[in-house]
């Protein structure tokens, strides 16, 4: 699944555990008639694909939902669920144009005649 929309929110990446878990948040706001703010988790090694990104650039997120069941002290089931993202892409940058010369440095066609045949299908 993915989530477009422009980044609102960047957090510090933060670290739990003996073993080093990691995990940075992500929210993006969605471009349709009710924006919705979605924070994504980045865990682990995808922590670091946010490095390159700020507030206010437009992103696609690659994203999977998570969902987890937790039994609390009283016996009871909860549920938890949870929105990861696995890879980020920036949308904000058009293609870069060719560097190709001004239309007015080419030469014009001086050996065309209107009394050649028209061969094109349209």
Same mark, same amino acid.
């Given at each position: 699944?993915?989530?477009?929309?422009?980044?609102?929110?960047?957090?510090?990446?933060?670290?739990?555990?003996?073993?080093?878990?990691?995990?940075?948040?992500?929210?993006?706001?969605?471009?349709?008639?009710?924006? +919705?703010?979605?924070? $994504? *988790?980045?865990?682990?090694?995808?922590?670091?694909?946010? #490095?390159?990104?700020? !507030?206010? =650039?437009?992103?696609?997120?690659?994203?999977?939902?998570?969902?987890?069941?937790?039994?609390?002290?009283?016996?009871?089931?909860?549920?938890?669920?949870?929105? +990861?993202?696995?890879? $980020? *892409?920036?949308?904000?940058?058009?293609?870069?144009?060719? #560097?190709?010369?001004? !239309?007015? =440095?080419?030469?014009?066609?001086?050996?065309?005649?209107?009394?050649?045949?028209?061969?094109?299908?349209?």
């Amino acid at each position: 699944m993915e989530v477009i929309g422009k980044v609102k929110l960047i957090g510090e990446v933060q670290k739990f555990g003996s073993n080093g878990f990691r995990k940075r948040e992500l929210v993006v706001t969605t471009d349709e008639q009710y924006p +919705q703010m979605i924070m $994504i *988790e980045f865990v682990q090694d995808k922590c670091d694909l946010l #490095n390159s990104y700020k !507030v206010g =650039q437009d992103v696609k997120v690659s994203i999977n939902l998570r969902g987890r069941e937790w039994i609390n002290p009283q016996g009871e089931a909860k549920y938890f669920n949870s929105v +990861q993202g696995w890879r $980020i *892409e920036n949308l904000g940058s058009a293609p870069k144009a060719q #560097n190709l010369p001004p !239309v007015d =440095q080419f030469e014009p066609a001086s050996d065309i005649s209107d009394e050649e045949p028209d061969d094109l299908p349209f």
